[in-house]
T-cell receptor, first 111, second 114 residues
């Protein structure tokens, strides 16, 4: 059973606009959440993370929001750039255990 | 500092054969995890090794096994290959095995089973 879900397989956004990628989870024990970006023929690259004690974490153009009551997190990219085009995975873990990944969302930023 | 390296990058095998994949973590990292990525399934956790001991295991059959050496390098073995084992196999290393230790991924090994 998929404990981390990304229901949008793809997303297209104009350059300069905001990209919003969404992720839902089912396990209430998850306390650490991450976003990874993956280019073709490369491994996933860590982007940003958030602990369950926070509801927002920001790093430059990237902001992750966590809504624990809704078991939902989102990644905002502002402004979106063509180089942001990649597959984005959200992941979650409970304690020091393994990561559970979503199935990914392919973001295409149109110049 | 060099990143996570995986060898080989590509492999083609036939059903029934076995395969061994190798992963060298970032220098100083003691934890290595393995993941299988297939279309539509995302990344599925296989196992994690820390200080040569398997500390966590995912829901995969016993045909999938691994080990870690004293220098933290890790190998993953798949015996009696099946067509469904065709996937991208990723390894990731982290400094320790704490909750908020970020995992850094290698480029993966693309395994094709014919």
């Amino acid at each position: 059973d998929q404990q981390v879900k990304q229901n949008s397989p793809s997303l297209s956004v104009q350059e300069g606009r905001i990209s919003i990628l969404n992720c839902d989870y089912t396990n209430s024990m998850f306390d650490y959440f991450l976003w990874y970006k993956k280019y073709p023929a490369e491994g996933p690259t860590f982007l940003i993370s958030i602990s369950s004690i926070k509801d927002k974490n920001e790093d430059g153009r990237f902001t992750v929001f966590l809504n624990k009551s809704a078991k939902h997190l989102s990644l905002h990219i502002v402004p979106s750039q063509p180089g942001d085009s990649a597959v984005y995975f959200c992941a979650a873990s409970a304690g020091a255990n393994n990561l559970f990944f979503g199935t990914g969302t392919r973001l295409t930023v149109i110049p | 500092k060099a990143g996570v390296t995986q060898t080989p990058r590509y492999l083609i095998k036939t059903r029934g054969q076995q395969v061994t994949l190798s992963c060298s973590p970032i220098s100083g990292h003691r934890s290595v995890s393995w993941y299988q990525q297939t279309p539509g399934q995302g990344l599925q956790f296989l196992f994690e090794y820390f200080s040569e001991t398997q500390r966590n295991k995912g829901n995969f059959p016993g045909r999938f096994s691994g080990r870690q050496f004293s220098n933290s390098r890790s190998e993953m073995n798949v015996s009696t290959l099946e067509l469904g084992d065709s996937a991208l196999y990723l390894c990731a290393s982290r400094l320790q095995a704490y909750n908020q230790d970020t995992q850094y991924f290698g480029p993966g090994t693309r395994l094709t089973v014919l």
